[in-house]
T-cell receptor, first 117, second 117 residues
Framework: AQKITQTQPGMFVQEKEAVTLDCTYD???????LFWYKQPSSGEMIFLIY??????QNATEGRYSLNFQKARKSANLVISASQLGDSAMYFC??????????????FGAGTRLAVHP | ETGVTQTPRHLVMGMTNKKSLKCEQH?????MYWYKQSAKKPLELMFV???????ENNSVPSRFSPECPNSSHLFLHLHTLQPEDSALYLC?????FGSGLADYEQYFGPGTRLTVT
C-alpha cells in the first residue's frame, strides 16, 4: 500500500535561515506525483510545489525547492530565507497510482514549522 | 469570488440537528473532494466527485451525505452526528488527468470547522 511518512512533528527555524522538512514515501508504482501543501492557522491548504516521478530536475518555486531523491524515496521540502509568515503546518502528499482519472492524494501527518524572529 | 469557497466557516450543531456544508469552485475544474481533518490525524479523503458522478466513497458513515448538483458546487449534508465528527472539513477541486502541472494540483477551500455538541 502507498504511504507518506513525515517524521518531524515539529520544527523551528530562525528567521532568514533555511529549513528542510522531511518526507519519505512508499509506492511500487513507477509513475507518481509528490506535493507539498502549507496550512496556516486559518485552515486553508495552500499548494506549494509539485514533483513528478519522471522529472529529471528537482522542482523549485521561489523560496521553495524539493530535494527529490528517487532511490531513497524521499521528497524533502527546503524553504530558504525563512519568514515569519512561513509558520504553519506543512503536509507532504502523493498522488495515488490507481486514481482512475482524478487526483486522489494520500497525505502525511504533517510537520509544524515555527519561525522565530 | 475566486478559487474555492466554503460556507459556513464555523458550525456548531447538536447531535439531533441537520445541517449542510457548501463548497463552490470558480476554477472550471471537473472534480471535487471532501476531506476530514481531525486533530492529530492525517487528512482523510471522504468523497470524490468527477464530472458530477461520485467515484469514491471511503467507508464514510451514512450520517454524511454528499451531493454534487453541478461541477461547481458540492454539498455535505449532515444529520445525527456524533461528537467524534467534530473536525475541520475541507473541500477541494482539481482538473481530471491531462497534460501539465495544473492537472495534478488540488485547490482547497478554507474549510468549515464543525463542532458537534
Amino acid at each position: 500500500a502507498q504511504k507518506i511518512t513525515q517524521t518531524q512533528p515539529g520544527m523551528f527555524v530562525q528567521e532568514k535561515e533555511a529549513v528542510t522538512l522531511d518526507c519519505t514515501y512508499d509506492t511500487s508504482d513507477p509513475s507518481y506525483g509528490l506535493f507539498w501543501y502549507k496550512q496556516p492557522s486559518s485552515g486553508e491548504m495552500i499548494f506549494l510545489i509539485y514533483q513528478g516521478s519522471y522529472d529529471q530536475q528537482n522542482a523549485t518555486e521561489g523560496r521553495y525547492s524539493l530535494n527529490f531523491q528517487k532511490a531513497r524515496k524521499s521528497a524533502n521540502l527546503v524553504i530558504s530565507a525563512s519568514q515569519l509568515g512561513d509558520s504553519a503546518m506543512y503536509f507532504c502528499a502523493m498522488r495515488e497510482s490507481d486514481s482512475g482519472g482524478y487526483n486522489k492524494l494520500i497525505f502525511g501527518a504533517g510537520t509544524r514549522l515555527a519561525v522565530h524572529p | 469570488e475566486t478559487g474555492v469557497t466554503q460556507t459556513p466557516r464555523h458550525l456548531v450543531m447538536g447531535m439531533t440537528n441537520k445541517k449542510s456544508l457548501k463548497c463552490e469552485q470558480h476554477l472550471g475544474h471537473n472534480a471535487m473532494y471532501w476531506y476530514k481533518q481531525s486533530a492529530k490525524k492525517p487528512l482523510e479523503l471522504m468523497f470524490v466527485y468527477s464530472l458530477e458522478e461520485r467515484v469514491e466513497n471511503n467507508s464514510v458513515p451514512s450520517r454524511f451525505s454528499p451531493e454534487c448538483p453541478n461541477s461547481s458546487h458540492l454539498f455535505l449534508h449532515l444529520h445525527t452526528l456524533q461528537p467524534e465528527d467534530s473536525a475541520l472539513y475541507l473541500c477541494a477541486s482539481s482538473q481530471d488527468f491531462g497534460s501539465g502541472l495544473a492537472d495534478y494540483e488540488q485547490y482547497f477551500g478554507p474549510g468549515t470547522r464543525l463542532t458537534v455538541t
